[in-house]
């Protein structure tokens, strides 16, 4: 075994809840670039090894194996802020064992009400250096405090409403069968989510209504109507639409046509004239 294979064996895990699909409201990436450039480095700088549950899909840990890492790791950290639903049901996971979770959100999320007697750490959303490298010291420093006051200060809700800590019980194992079928579960949510997460950014770009379609400044473009950029440059005109493709086709004056996507639509700024 290499120094570096050990000590990522001997180096505490540090679970990352946090959204992992792309959010209304922010942009595409986002909080993967969240992930990548303020919560790691903070994890790292605190002395954590950071995982996060499609890392925990990657190295073959399922919907129970996930479960497991928001229970049994040493910290946790849960960035709550859009109020993603799936993120909320897995911090209550861990509240539900009082293991200290380090509470961090952007600017932009308002607070939550069940969880807003808990202290939590805010960070800038732009994810402009300057404000990255304050906000990673920040989150680090959050997480250190955060493992000294351990089980015996304020991690959860669950003290704050003097309930009994839940308990792993002992020898506790998932069936053959059952693991076999949580993972086809598990690959049928993803390939949902996959399909959900083009839809929705296709939406927001466009969307295709029978014979016109509808860009995302609100105007309707049918077939031979003007197409203009977020200048209002005419670039050409509108000769096909293919609604399975969510595709658009365009003729340019020089006679090519060219095919637009969601994403080359949104780019482009691509909008019908208003005449």
């Given at each position: 075994m290499t120094t570096?294979?050990?000590a990522e064996k001997t180096t505490p895990i540090c679970f990352v809840i946090m959204p992992i699909s792309d959010v209304h409201g922010y942009e595409p990436g986002h909080f993967a670039r969240v992930y990548e450039h303020l919560l790691k480095p903070a994890i790292v700088a605190a002395g954590y090894s950071p995982v996060r549950a499609d890392d925990a899909v990657k190295t073959d840990y399922i919907v129970v194996g996930i479960i497991q890492k928001i229970v049994e790791s040493e910290m946790v950290i849960c960035d709550f802020s859009a109020r993603n639903p799936n993120v909320m049901y897995e911090l209550g996971i861990r509240h539900a064992f009082n293991k200290p979770v380090t509470l961090v959100k952007d600017r932009r999320t308002e607070k939550v009400f069940d969880i807003q007697g808990l202290r939590y750490t805010e960070y800038d959303d732009s994810?402009?250096?300057?404000?990255?490298?304050?906000?990673?010291?920040?989150?680090?420093?959050?997480?250190?405090?955060?493992?000294?006051?351990g089980e015996n200060g304020l991690n959860s809700v669950i003290q704050l409403a003097g309930i009994k800590t839940a308990e792993v019980p002992a020898g506790q194992?998932?069936?053959?069968?059952?693991?076999?079928?949580l993972s086809a579960i598990g690959a049928l949510e993803r390939r949902i989510e996959s399909v959900e997460i083009k839809g929705v950014s296709t939406a927001r770009y466009f969307r295709i209504e029978g014979d016109k379609v509808i860009f995302a400044e609100g105007s309707e473009g049918e077939i031979n109507d003007s197409i203009a950029n977020q200048e209002w440059q005419v670039i050409g005109t509108l000769v096909d639409i293919h609604p399975l493709e969510e595709?658009?086709?365009?003729?340019?004056?020089?006679?090519?046509?060219?095919?637009?996507?969601?994403?080359?639509?949104?780019?482009?700024?691509?909008?019908?004239?208003?005449?």
């Open positions: 570096q294979e050990n994810l402009r250096i300057d404000s990255v490298q304050k906000d990673v010291s920040k989150i680090s420093v959050a997480i250190t405090e955060t493992a000294k006051v194992k998932v069936s053959p069968d059952t693991q076999l079928l595709k658009i086709f365009i003729r340019q004056e020089s006679g090519k046509i060219i095919p637009y996507s969601a994403f080359s639509v949104k780019s482009k700024g691509l909008q019908a004239l208003p005449f």
